[in-house]
């Protein structure tokens, strides 16, 4: 199983109603379950990535599920660098970075993107308004979701 296919399953599983999944793929086994407060939990047994077709239940489920899936995003948006957890401020009490209708220059932060208990800001690569913002503080993000719709300047 190929990273795009784990990441698809991870996508899937997060929007679908299941609280445990354990895939196994020949070595490669990938377990999940919700049930915290933030998300996911991911758990791989160590296995050489295989370059076997991917099982078809994932494929089946895909199908299923993705008539649930919100309506795509339209304009320009700034999109999640990596897999982590958003946070809108820099501490639960301070106010957040941004908000809907702030206009704001390169370089200013954006968010914090938590992975594996690094925080990394992410900023604004030109000058532009906010117009939405997409993610829930504190929601788990994956790599290229949309975090902000925006207007350049």
Do not use: H, W
């Amino acid at each position: 199983m190929d990273f795009k296919e784990i990441k698809e399953l991870i996508r899937i599983f997060d929007k679908s109603e299941l609280n445990k999944l354990k895939v196994k793929d020949g070595e490669f086994e990938i377990s999940m379950q919700t049930g915290f407060e933030g998300g996911t939990v991911v758990t791989t047994a160590a296995a050489p990535v295989a370059s076997a077709p991917a099982p078809a239940a994932p494929v089946a489920v895909s199908t299923a599920t993705e008539t649930a899936a919100p309506a795509a995003v339209t304009g320009d948006t700034i999109e999640s660098p990596m897999v982590g957890t958003y946070y809108a401020s820099p501490s639960p009490e301070a106010p957040a970075f941004v908000k809907a209708g702030d206009t704001v220059k390169k370089g200013q932060t954006l968010c914090i993107l938590e992975a594996m208990k690094i925080m990394n800001e992410v900023e604004a690569e030109y000058d532009c308004k906010i117009l939405e913002i997409l993610v829930q503080d504190g929601s788990p993000v994956e790599y290229d979701m949309p975090l902000f719709v925006i207007e350049k300047i």
